[in-house]
Nanobody, 124 residues
Framework: QVQLVESGGGLVQAGGSLRLSCAASGRTFSRHGMGWFRQAPGKEREFVAAIGGSGIITYYADSVKGRFTISRDNAKNTVSLQMNSLKPEDTAVYYC?????????????????WGQGTQVTVSS
């Protein structure tokens, strides 16, 4: 069982930056691929970024590639999402998720554990 708690959301102007963090419980953090998803009002939850258990392999949605960076610290059981050059269309609730294996997972259905979400609002 993995429990996830996100933090770092907030209100920022377009062009600004935010850093989201996700703290995970348990002693097997490095055995889980981790991901970030987001859900805007009236829309389905969508993939943002993912990272494998070792932290070497990453993958991004086209909409955030070059602006967002996912990273993890296995010693601290944390995964982060650095978001730069934010746009109003990035406004959403952002969720941290853990997959059951260490491999990078790209789809929502590959993740078993979810945080409660943190709100990111980008004003124009």
């Amino acid at each position: 069982q993995v429990q996830l708690v996100e933090s770092g959301g907030g209100l920022v102007q377009a062009g600004g930056s935010l850093r989201l963090s996700c703290a995970a419980s348990g002693r097997t953090f490095s055995r889980h691929g981790m991901g970030w998803f987001r859900q805007a009002p009236g829309k389905e939850r969508e993939f943002v970024a993912a990272i494998g258990g070792s932290g070497i392999i990453t993958y991004y949605a086209d909409s955030v590639k070059g602006r967002f960076t996912i990273s993890r610290d296995n010693a601290k059981n944390t995964v982060s999402l650095q978001m730069n050059s934010l746009k109003p269309e990035d406004t959403a609730v952002y969720y941290c998720a853990a997959a059951p294996s260490r491999y990078l997972a790209r789809t929502l259905y590959e993740y078993d554990y979810w945080g409660q979400g943190t709100q990111v609002t980008v004003s124009s």
